[in-house]
């Protein structure tokens, strides 16, 4: 069940939903408003001759940060670049949270997420963002803007075990930015 504004309000305010920072100004009927922050992680396309996903590749991606809201960071035509909600989300075990675009940026050719649209029950950390340009024109992102929406699904019940929890060996729990993959320690 997707949970209305009402509910989405209440469990903020009584704690079971963490967004900080919150804006009730955000909120739709069924799902809330997320910004991007100002930090943003471009590949370094010169590194490596192609992305081994195996191995840890800490140079692959270079962290920019725009100054302020006046400072657009431009999305080029076919690049693709990681960054993150400016609001921290915290779920309980019982929730999840599935993101999606704006239907204006969209329109614009701006993608928000490759795969990673779902958020597990028991999350808590910012929401990296997949940045993909389709369209034939540069795109401005400008730090504090709406770029996209979460919704909150009810479980049947609690997560046996929620994100984070040491059986799964949750590699984003608490990242805070956009943070590059993780991916190689599925080999380690």
Known sequence: ????????????????????????????????????????????????????????????????EVADEKEAFILHPGEFVLGSTLERITLP????????????????????????????????????LELSNVANLPITIYYGMKIGQLSFVQLTEPAESPYGSALLGSKYQGQAGPTPSRYWRNFA
Not at 15 to 39: A, N, T
Not at 108 to 119: M, V, W
Request: net charge negative; no cysteine.
């Open 93 to 128: 075990d019982d929730l999840v949270a599935r993101l999606e675009g704006k239907s204006s940026l969209g329109r614009l050719g701006l993608l928000i997420h490759s795969t990673a649209g779902f958020i597990d029950p028991g999350w808590d950390g910012h929401v990296t």
């Open 1 to 64: 069940m997707v949970l209305s504004d009402r509910t989405i309000r209440r469990l903020v305010e009584n704690g079971q939903i963490g967004i900080d920072p919150f804006d009730d100004e955000l909120v739709q009927p069924s799902s809330v408003d997320v910004r991007v922050d100002r930090y943003f992680r471009v590949f370094r396309n010169s590194r490596y001759p192609f992305i081994d996903v195996k191995e840890p590749m800490e140079d692959l991606t270079e962290l920019v």
